[in-house]
Structures are given as C-alpha cells and as structure tokens.
T-cell receptor, first 115, second 112 residues
Framework: GAGVSQSPSNKVTEKGKDVELRCDPI?????LYWYRQRLGQGLEFLIY????????KSGLPSDRFSAERTGESVSTLTIQRTQQEDSAVYLC?????????????FGQGTRLTVV | GNSVTQMEGPVTLSEEAFLTINCTYT??????LFWYVQYPGEGLQLLLK?????DKGSNKGFEATYRKETTSFHLEKGSVQVSDSAVYFC???????????FGGGTRVLVKP
C-alpha cells in the first residue's frame, strides 16, 4: 500500500485477555517503531526495529508486552493479560532508515480499550 | 534523559490569525528537532525539521527556528486557515538510539 497500515483500527477487550496488533510498514523501509499514546499524553516510545539488528526494546513497559518483526515486513505487538492502564492508541511508524536520516511515516493507529 | 515540553491546548483561533505554539526541549548535545502534525482521521506526518542550531525549518507557511541558547523550537504561522486545524507535536531525536521523543501535542482549532 501507499502508507503504513495498522489493524485493527479499534479493539475493545476484556481485562486479562491477550491482544495482537498488526503493522504493515511501507515497502522497503528498514526501520519500524511502535509508540503508545494514552489519553491526554504525548507519544511514548515502545520498541524499535532496524533491519535484522536486535530490536531496541527499552520502551516496553512490562514483560506483558512483546513485539516481533521478520526482516523488513509486518510487525505484531502483543499485549498479554491486558490491564485497564493499557488502554491507549498504539501507533506504528516506518522509515527508510532511522528518524535521524529519513522521514518517518505513521499509521493511523489502533485504539485499544480494555474494559 | 531527553524531553520535550509544548504548550497545552486547545488553541482556538480565527482564520487569518497568527499562530504560535511554544516548544522547549531538554537534551544533551545537538538533537535534531521536528514538528509533526496529525490532521483529523489521519496519521502523524512530518511538517518540518531542523538539524542544527539556527536552522529554520519551513513548510506550508509554517516556520520554526532551532534556538540552542533557549533550547526552543517554536512553531509559527502568519495566517492560519481552517484546514490547519490539527494536533501538532514537537519532537527531537539524537543519533544514539534513533528514537523520536515527543511532546504532549497541542490541538489547534481554526474557526471561519
């Protein structure tokens, strides 16, 4: 596609359930990022993939959060045993290289609501 | 660590008014600075950037100057339009880590 695609666009889940969020980056982009935006707050970095290098997981808030990416393709963010504080918009971005060197393109996000 | 502080919104303006959104940052060394914009129903997109002190980024009538002495990167536009209604995010990145650090966002509403 022409841009970064995220699915689902909205997800409502019960507390304690696992959820999986998907990001399709722009073809050829080696860098992929996940961010979280809680209501009324700024974007919070979660994880960064760059090509086949080990991902930077320093922003993941707990071991309930994990993400995978195979090569330069789709990425999935998994949240296990969801909690109400996980409710947020989860944004994915990709760029040809990293943010320092090339423009980042963001998806429209997945709005997660944990009830 | 790195941080970005920007003025809280919402900012409500009339068409053709002057817009300023303040942004200050905390970072060691020389970060690159960005403004991103999120129009209703769309993803964040890069508006402008500046990579060194005294650089001015500009796009779509918006400008921001990288001020190292005041650690600021204020966004300005001389005459706003209804189509400028959006949420604006100030951000920085440094070579180490290649991550964008964002401010909290400022919602701007321009009324006809």
């Amino acid at each position: 596609g022409a841009g970064v695609s995220q699915s689902p666009s909205n997800k409502v889940t019960e507390k304690g359930k696992d959820v999986e969020l998907r990001c399709d980056p722009i073809s050829g982009h080696t860098a992929l990022y996940w961010y979280r935006q809680r209501l009324g707050q700024g974007l919070e970095f979660l994880i960064y993939f760059q090509g086949n290098s080990a991902p930077d997981k320093s922003g993941l808030p707990s071991d309930r959060f994990s993400a995978e990416r195979t090569g330069e393709s789709v990425s999935t963010l998994t949240i296990q045993r969801t909690q109400q504080e996980d409710s947020a918009v989860y944004l994915c971005a990709s760029s040809f290289r990293g943010f320092m060197d090339s423009e980042a393109f963001f998806g429209q996000g997945t709005r997660l609501t944990v009830v | 660590g790195n941080s970005v502080t920007q003025m809280e919104g919402p900012v409500t303006l009339s068409e053709e008014a002057f817009l300023t959104i303040n942004c200050t940052y905390t970072a060691t060394g020389y970060p690159s600075l960005f403004w991103y914009v999120q129009y209703p129903g769309e993803g964040l997109q890069l508006l402008l950037k500046a990579t060194k002190a005294d650089d001015k980024g500009s796009n779509k009538g918006f400008e921001a100057t990288y001020r190292k002495e005041t650690t600021s990167f204020h966004l300005e536009k001389g005459s706003v339009q209804v189509s400028d209604s959006a949420v604006y995010f100030c951000a920085l990145t440094k070579a180490a880590g290649n991550k964008l650090t964002f401010g909290g966002g400022t919602r701007v509403l321009v009324k006809p």
